[in-house]
């Protein structure tokens, strides 16, 4: 009993013991978040007085650049102001001198203009004095005039009037002869000039031409995520692969490339087509027939929508209206179409602006210009479907859509099918020449570059007489350096004509090979 009175008394001696010192850690913590809580006050009262120095001290710095700027600023407004205070008193100064001048010339005009004055009237009195000459003199003047006029024509076998016409005969024989002899000179000065003057419109042509290369091949390359997707587009006994290839119209080589899957086919539009379907379906990881036909569907819509905004982009860079919507589309094909690697809708481009930059120098019809260059080849987004050369289907399309003659003529004569009819026609040819030969625009394997290169060099070293040949200008040009004390000009002529035909025989090229022999002698001495 007495322990368990002990053992209460002990548990509420605890409980009160506790509840003391609850109150007491309460009141110690009270008075120490009070003191923290000053503490923080006063630390946050001398910052924001810390904050307040510093931007009082922040704003007499900028108060006394600002002084600095302002006096700055007033020293240069006044020395500008001076400046155009002492300009205006120059201005001033320099009118005054030329007012001074001006009275003077006019005192100059006036003294000038008396005196002829005095003159004239001196003038005036002897007409006077001659006018006032007796009637019986002015008859006997009349009389001996008609005396001598009369021994004239008896001396000379013609009367006045017949003298005067043999004199006017002779006089428009002369003028006549001259006139030819002039129109001469300005034909031979033309016929010298023509050929510098459009080497000159061309050049201006093609300097002002910036435009891309884009070089494109039979195959187009698609990066895969992971090398797991090839199993899936192969699918099992190869059903998605074949299905693909059926839906596309290509084919697909999957080796072991890491990451990487090659689309061949000669069609650049349903290549581009298969290319963005693979790339869809490798993202998406769901792989079947079904899915394939569904994507492809959707990619062929794409094409078709990027091929409409290629051909509309086009005819706006070149600013053409009037464009059948039709002839829009089917420039825009031509994005997907290559010649010898180049690309044919920036090479129609290139020969529409290629063909405004010389119109302009010649003072033709830009826009007609521009538009034949751009048409020139719009056969070439149908020739692959429909049988017959490019230049006649390209007439065909021009007349079905009501195009200009002129244009029409330049479709058909940019290859010389037909003769040109205009300047518009020549236009097209020379805007076509230089943008199919100009360096980088059309691309070829390196190894067959390298040997035609050589063998043009080869050809022009064989010949007797030549001390070098260089090949330039992507093998369009062969330059030949002939000893002059070996080959005469004469020779050098022939060997010109010699080469080309060894050339035209030999070797196999793209447009045309231009020979140029130089013959040089150089005399040289050295002054002491």
């Known amino acids: 009993m007495h322990i368990f009175t002990a053992v209460k008394f002990n548990f509420s001696t605890l409980l009160i013991a506790m509840f003391l010192a609850a109150v007491v850690g309460y009141f110690i913590g009270y008075f120490l978040r009070k003191l923290i809580s000053q503490y923080q006050i006063k630390e946050v009262e001398a910052k924001k007085k810390k904050i307040i120095e510093e931007a009082e001290q922040e704003a007499q710095r900028r108060l006394q650049v600002a002084a600095v700027e302002a006096k700055e600023q007033a020293l240069v407004l006044k020395t500008k102001v001076e ?6 008193f120059n201005e001033v100064r320099g009118q005054e001198r030329a007012i001074l001048k001006k009275e003077e010339e006019l005192r100059f005009s006036f003294e000038k203009t008396r005196d002829l004055e005095k003159e004239s009237a001196e003038k005036m009195k002897e007409a006077l004095k001659i006018k006032q000459l007796s009637s019986e003199e002015q008859t006997r003047y009349k009389e001996l005039a008609q005396q001598e006029m009369a021994k004239l024509e008896s001396i000379s076998s013609f009367t006045a009037e017949e003298a005067k016409e043999e004199i006017k005969k002779k006089v428009t024989d002369v003028a006549r002869l001259d006139a030819a002899k002039e129109v001469k000179k300005i034909e031979e000065h033309a016929k010298e000039n023509a050929e510098e003057e459009a080497r000159k419109i061309i050049t201006m042509a093609v300097q002002r031409l910036a435009s891309d290369s884009v070089a494109e091949s039979t195959i187009s390359v698609v990066e895969l995520p992971d ?20 839906a596309t119209g290509v084919d697909l080589i999957i080796d072991d490339t890491p990451g990487a899957v090659v689309v061949s086919g000669f069609e650049p539009v349903r290549r581009e087509v298969a290319r963005r379907a693979l790339e869809k379906l490798a993202l998406d990881g769901r792989i079947h027939p079904g899915r394939i036909e569904e994507v492809v569907s959707k990619c062929r819509k794409e094409v078709n929508q990027h091929i409409k905004q290629a051909g509309e982009q086009a005819v706006l860079d070149l600013e ?9 589309h089917m420039l825009g094909r031509l994005k997907y179409r290559t010649s010898y690697t180049q690309n044919v809708l920036e090479h129609v481009k290139e020969v529409a602006r290629v063909c405004g930059f010389m119109a302009a120098e010649l003072g033709l019809d830009v826009q007609l210009a521009k538009r034949a260059g751009l048409l020139h080849d719009i056969g070439k987004s149908i020739d692959r479907q429909t049988d017959g050369t490019h230049t006649q289907l390209g007439i065909d399309v021009a007349n079905r859509f009501n195009e200009h003659k002129y ?31 100009r360096p980088g625009a059309r691309r070829e394997m390196l190894e067959t570059y390298v040997k035609r290169m050589t063998k043009l060099e080869e050809i022009g070293d064989s010949f007797k007489g030549v001390e070098k040949t260089y090949a330039i200008q992507a093998g369009r040009e062969v330059r030949i350096i002939v000893v002059p004390e070996i080959a005469t ?40």
């Not at 400046?83 to 205006?88: A, C, F, I, L, T």
């Not at 090398?227 to 059926?246: F, M, P, T, V, Y």
């Not at 479709?411 to 076509?432: C, F, K, Q, R, T």
Request: proline content about 2%.
């Open 320 to 328: 053409i209206d009037n464009i059948n919507i039709e002839l829009v």
């Open 407 to 437: 244009v029409v003529n330049a479709i058909g004569a940019h290859h010389e099918d037909i003769e040109p009819e205009s300047l518009y026609a020549v236009l097209v040819i020379a805007g076509d020449t230089i943008s199919a030969s």
């Open 227 to 246: 090398d797991s997707i090839k199993g899936r587009i192969i699918g099992r006994e190869g059903r998605n692969i074949r299905a693909l290839e059926q």
């Open 83 to 88: 400046k155009e205070v002492q300009n205006k």
């Open 489 to 528: 000009d004469d020779e050098a002529n022939i060997l010109a004509k010699d080469v080309a035909k060894r050339i035209e025989k030999e070797v196999t090229y793209p447009g045309e090979v231009k020979i140029t022999v130089i013959r040089e002698t150089r005399f040289m001495e050295v002054a002491h």
